[in-house]
């Protein structure tokens, strides 16, 4: 992409730096700095498995900078060998792996609480029963 083409508006695209690391952002040029800025950067990873004799390859995506509740950051364009906008599948691969990390960094915890079954294995009050139980027969 030139940079008149990443001037008209922001897009969802992939990014590969000179460091190695690919990255998947939405992508706005900064013509006047000649920098790129990335919102929710996003790092890509490759994850395999192995079925039997069968190998499994595929991505997941993770946070590219951890420790920061920052969304935007300026990469130098010098820094970026290629990017690719990236189409439907992948974009919406992207969008839940963003809703699923900001709800994961929320600090009030408000609208992203699990169900009240999930992840239990029974009540307090049955297991405390069970557990009495077993004592009260040994």
Same mark, same amino acid.
């Given at each position: 992409?030139?940079?008149? @083409? $990443? /001037?008209?508006?922001? !897009?969802?695209?992939? %990014? /590969?730096?000179?460091?190695?690391?690919? +990255?998947?952002?939405?992508?706005?040029?900064?013509p006047?700095?000649?920098? %790129? $800025?990335?919102?929710?950067?996003?790092?890509?990873? +490759?994850?395999?498995?192995?079925?039997? =004799?069968?190998?499994?390859?595929?991505?997941?995506?993770?946070?590219?900078?951890s420790?920061? !509740? =920052? @969304?935007? !950051?300026? %990469?130098?364009?010098?820094?970026?060998?290629?990017?690719?906008?990236i189409?439907?599948?992948?974009? =919406?691969?992207?969008?839940?792996?963003?809703?699923?990390?900001?709800? #994961?960094?929320?600090?009030?915890?408000? #609208?992203?609480?699990?169900?009240?079954?999930?992840?239990?294995?029974?009540?307090?009050? @049955?297991?405390?029963?069970?557990?009495? =139980? +077993? !004592? /009260?027969?040994?």
């Amino acid at each position: 992409m030139t940079p008149e @083409q $990443l /001037k008209e508006e922001d !897009f969802l695209a992939t %990014v /590969k730096l000179i460091s190695g690391e690919e +990255i998947v952002a939405r992508v706005c040029y900064l013509p006047e700095e000649d920098k %790129v $800025l990335l919102e929710n950067p996003l790092q890509v990873e +490759i994850a395999k498995t192995r079925k039997g =004799d069968l190998e499994i390859s595929g991505f997941s995506f993770k946070e590219w900078v951890s420790a920061t !509740f =920052d @969304q935007m !950051f300026i %990469v130098s364009r010098n820094h970026i060998i290629t990017m690719s906008e990236i189409e439907s599948p992948m974009i =919406d691969f992207y969008e839940k792996t963003i809703k699923r990390l900001e709800n #994961g960094k929320s600090l009030t915890g408000k #609208g992203n609480k699990l169900p009240r079954s999930s992840g239990y294995l029974g009540s307090i009050n @049955q297991t405390k029963k069970g557990l009495e =139980d +077993i !004592f /009260k027969k040994s």
